[in-house]
C-alpha cells in the first residue's frame, strides 16, 4: 500500500461518521448530566394567553424555562412550586419571592399580532432583591412561529442576565442513518436548538458527511457519497435547492464557509494528496493553499476570516495548523497533546475546541490562543465533532454511550453537560448554526 493511499484512508476516517441509526421524525431529548451548583433561581410564571382557542401544549413559558435550565447557568422554579402566578407588575409580591429564595422572575403575556396573523409575545423580566425591571419587551412573530418567538425571549432574558447573547433561536444540523449495510439510510437533519422540529434536509443510500453552515443559516454544506466518489453540495435549508461544489478525482472533502458566506475552504486531493483549497462561491475558481506530502484536512475559518485553521500530520501526528486565507506559510497552532484535530473556532477567536486523542480515548479540549494551554471538558472515551455555539457558551459535539452514538453539550468552562438522545438509533457529526436573524 502506497504512501499516498495510506493518507487518503486516514483523511476518509478523519471525515468519516461511526454507524448511525434512527428515524428522521425522532425528536432530541436533551437531558442535564452535570449541572452547575451556583445555577441562578428563576421564576418563569405562566403567561397569560389571550388568544381565541386553547393555549399550545407547549407553552412560550414552559419553552423558556426549558431553554434557560438547559444553559445551566439558570435554575427554573417548577410552576407547581409557584405560590402565585401573576401576569401584571402590579400583582408581584417580591417580599413572597425572596422568601422562596427566588432571584429573577419572568411574566409575559400571549396575544394576537395586530395584523391578525400572528403573535405578540409581551414579557418582562424583575430583580426580585431590588423589586427593580431589568426588561421589558414585545416579541412579534408571524403563524406557527410561536416556539421561535419563545426561545428570542429566552435569548434576551439570557443576555440581560449574563451579558452574552443568547443562542436558543439557532439550530442544529447532524447526520443519522438508519439499516445495516445494503439497506442504509443517511439523512442530514437540521433541528432547533432545544432538538425541537427535526427535518430531513437530504437522504441518501450512502454516507453524509461533515455538515457547514452557510453565514446566514440558510444554507448547508455536507459531503455526499450518492455517486460513488465524495462530493461537495450545497443546499438551500428552506427550498432543498442544492448546487453541486465538487467532485472531482479523488477525495471533495470537509467545507467550510467563510464568515461573509463569499468562499469556501475544502480539502481536495486532485494533486494526489489531501491538501488546502478555497473556492470563490461567485466565480467557482479553486485555488490551492497547502502543498505538502502530508495529509492537510478539516480546514475552519476564524471568525474574521484573515486565517484558515486545519489539521495536518505534517509534524508526524495530527495537530491544527494555521495559514493566512489569501495563501502563505502555516504555522503550527496547537503545542500540546499527541492528537488535536476537528477544530472549531470561538466567536470571539480566542479559544479552539478540538477532538483531542490519547491511545484509544477522545476528548473535547479548548486551547486557549492566549495562554497557549488546553483545557480538557469531556470524560471521554469517543468524543469527537466539536462545534461551538455562536455566542460561545457552549460546545456541541458527538459521543458513544454504550453501543450507540449521542451528542452532548459542555459549557465552555467545563461545568455543565447535557445529553441529546434520540428515542432510538444514533446520531453524529454537529453542527450549531449562527444566530438565525
Known sequence: MTDIVKKQIYLIL?????????????????????????????????????????????AVDAI????????????PMAAEDMPEKPTDPESIRFGTWRLLKVDYIVIGKVRTAADGMGHEIIYQLFDVHKQEQLLSRITTVGPGDLRFGAHRVADAIYETLTGVPGAFSTR????????????????????????????????????????AWSHDGRKLAYVSFE??????????????????????????????????????ALTL???????????????GRTEQLTTHWSIDTEPVFSPDGRFIYFTSDRGGRPQIYRLPAGGGNPERVTLEGEYNARA?????????????????????????????????LTPGKLDESPSFAPN??????????????????????????????????????????????
Open 227 to 264: 455517486q460513488g466518489n465524495s462530493a461537495i453540495y450545497v443546499q438551500d435549508v428552506s427550498t432543498g435547492a442544492r448546487e453541486l461544489i465538487s467532485s472531482g478525482r479523488g477525495i471533495n472533502g470537509a467545507p467550510a464557509f467563510s464568515p461573509d458566506g463569499r468562499k469556501m
Open 64 to 75: 423558556v424555562a426549558g431553554d434557560l435550565y438547559r444553559s445551566g447557568l439558570f435554575d
Open 344 to 376: 472549531s473556532m470561538a466567536p470571539d477567536g480566542r479559544k479552539i475546541a478540538v477532538a483531542q486523542g490519547r491511545g484509544n480515548e477522545y476528548r473535547i479540549a479548548v486551547w486557549d490562543m492566549e495562554t497557549e494551554r488546553f483545557t480538557v
Open 172 to 211: 442544529i444540523a447532524y447526520v443519522t442513518a438508519t439499516g445495516v449495510g445494503a439497506g442504509s439510510r443517511y439523512e442530514l437533519v437540521v433541528a432547533d436548538a432545544d432538538g425541537y422540529g427535526p427535518q430531513s434536509i437530504v437522504g441518501s443510500p450512502e454516507p453524509l458527511l461533515s455538515p
Open 392 to 437: 460561545g457558551s457552549m460546545i456541541l459535539y458527538a459521543t458513544r454511550e454504550g453501543d450507540r452514538g449521542v451528542l452532548s453539550a459542555v459549557s465552555a468552562d467545563g461545568s455543565v453537560r447535557t445529553r441529546l438522545v434520540l428515542s432510538e438509533g444514533d446520531v453524529r457529526e454537529p453542527a450549531w448554526s449562527p444566530v438565525i436573524r
Open 269 to 283: 486531493s486532485r494533486s494526489g494528496n489531501p491538501e488546502i483549497y478555497v473556492r470563490d462561491m461567485a466565480t
Open 14 to 58: 478523519i471525515l468519516a461518521v461511526f454507524a448511525v441509526a434512527r428515524t428522521a421524525s425522532a425528536q432530541l431529548q436533551i437531558e442535564i448530566i452535570d449541572g452547575n451548583p451556583s445555577a441562578l433561581p428563576i421564576a418563569v410564571v405562566p403567561f397569560q394567553w389571550m388568544e381565541a382557542g386553547p393555549p399550545p401544549a407547549d
